[in-house]
């Protein structure tokens, strides 16, 4: 017989956010909206990693279409709490996307800055389509106009790890999001 799940205590966080129930049930939900938006049609996934890795397999087994997967990789925190503000690219696509449809996924939507550049490589690429999904929506930072097709939760301004967010490369495995201890939220 299965032992019952244990309630985890996270001493890092100054609170829960998001719960793990909460994240399951919104993600399946994003995943019958984004099929009912593309009926049938094959879509190209392309995640922004590292901090969408998470949401983007649990949202992928969520999708019934013939998926292809693509991952980019940005930079724009570095170690901090606040974007840098000049996101780059670390590791650019590989797959061809054009005349495909594209579904781009990113664990936040936070200045806009990332997923604005982002787009615009994907869109010089010709693709027949592109869709924004995000995890979080914190609009209080918007620096850059953007607004995202599918969001799974709008979020205060507040600094959140868990579920592929991090904290210069921590916190990312916890099952819910929340807000980290400004203590923590130093490096050492």
Known sequence: MPSPRRV???????SVLI????????VRRLGREIMAAY???PITVIAII???????ADLLREIDNPV?????????????????????VVQALTLDIKDRHVLLLDDI??????????????????PASLRVCVLLDKKGRREVPFDADYVGFSIPNKFVVGYGLDFAERYRNLPCIGVLKPERQVLG
């Open 8 to 14: 985890r205590a996270f001493p890092e966080l100054e």
């Open 109 to 126: 939507l936070d200045t806009g800055r990332t997923l604005s550049l982002v787009s615009q490589l994907i869109l010089k690429k010709r």
């Open 50 to 56: 590292n901090g969408a890795i998470l949401f983007t």
């Open 68 to 88: 292809r997967l693509d991952c980019i990789r940005i930079s724009s925190y570095r170690n901090a709490t606040k974007s840098s503000g000049r996101p780059r």
């Open 19 to 26: 719960s793990e129930t909460a994240i399951r049930r919104r």
């Open 39 to 41: 009926g049938d049609e």
